[in-house]
C-alpha cells in the first residue's frame, strides 16, 4: 500500500530565510505532485513531476524528485509573507490506476 | 476556461436532512473524486469514479453515497446528516490519457456545516 509522508507539517519561517519540505513515499513511482492551499480556498497545481531526477522551479519554489530515494523535496528561497499557505505532495501509483495518494500537507507561515 | 464547479458552495442543514452537492467539469476528463477536509487536517478520499459505470469507495465512505451522473457531472449526497460530517467537501477531476500521468484538478469547494 502506497503511504507519503510530509514533514514537517508545520512551519513557521522569517522572511527571507531559506527551509525545505520533504515528500517521502513507501512504495515505487515516478510521478509525484505538488499542490498549494491558501485557507479556506481549493488545492492549486504547482508542480508535476514525472521522472527521476526532474526538478521544476516557480519562483522562489523549487522541487525535485528522487526516485531511488523515494523523496521529493520543495525547497523555498529568500521566503516572502505570500507564501504563506499549506502545501502538499501527491503521489501516483506506477499503473495510475488508483487515486492519487497525499500528504498530510505542510503548514507554512512566513513572518516579518 | 475548462473548469470545475461545485453546487451550492455554502450549505448549512440539519441533523438528518438529506442533501445533495453538486460536481460538475468542463475539462473532458473521465476521472472524477470527492474529498472531504477537515480543519488543520489534510484531505481524505470519500469515493471515486473513472468512468460512468464506474463507481469506488474511497477510505471514509459510511454515511455518503454517489451519483455519476454523465462523463461531467459526479453528485455527492449525505442520507442523513450529522454534525461531524461538517466539512469542506471538494470535487477533483483528472485524465490519464492527458499526457499520460493523473494530475488531479480541484473545484472550489462546497462548504457544509451540520447542526
Known amino acids: 500500500e502506497l503511504k507519503v509522508e510530509q514533514n514537517p507539517l508545520f512551519l513557521s519561517m522569517q522572511e527571507g530565510k531559506n527551509y525545505t519540505i520533504y515528500c517521502n513515499y513507501s512504495t515505487t513511482s515516478d510521478r509525484l505532485y505538488w499542490y498549494r492551499q491558501d485557507p479556506g480556498k481549493s488545492l492549486e497545481s504547482l508542480f508535476v513531476l514525472l521522472s527521476n531526477g526532474a526538478v521544476k522551479q516557480e519562483g522562489r519554489l523549487m522541487a525535485s524528485l528522487d526516485t531511488k530515494a523515494r523523496l521529493s523535496t520543495l525547497h523555498i528561497t529568500a521566503a516572502v509573507h505570500d507564501l504563506s499557505a499549506t502545501y502538499f505532495c501527491a503521489v501516483d501509483s506506477i499503473s495510475g490506476n488508483t487515486p492519487l495518494v497525499f500528504g498530510k500537507g505542510t503548514r507554512l507561515s512566513v513572518i516579518a | 476556461d475548462a473548469d470545475v464547479t461545485q453546487t451550492p458552495r455554502n450549505r448549512i442543514t440539519k441533523t438528518g436532512k438529506r442533501i445533495m452537492l453538486e460536481c460538475s467539469q468542463t475539462?473532458?476528463?473521465?476521472?472524477m473524486y470527492w474529498y472531504r477536509q477537515d480543519p488543520g487536517l489534510g484531505l481524505r478520499l470519500i469515493y471515486y469514479s473513472f468512468d460512468v459505470k464506474d463507481i469506488n469507495k474511497g477510505e471514509i465512505s459510511d454515511g455518503y453515497s454517489v451519483s455519476r451522473q454523465a462523463q461531467a457531472k459526479f453528485s455527492l449526497s449525505l442520507e442523513s446528516a450529522i454534525p461531524n460530517q461538517t466539512a469542506l467537501y471538494f470535487c477533483a477531476t483528472s485524465d490519464l490519457r492527458t499526457g499520460g500521468y493523473n494530475e488531479q484538478f480541484f473545484g472550489p469547494g462546497t462548504r457544509l456545516t451540520v447542526l
Open positions: 475539462k473532458g476528463h473521465d476521472r
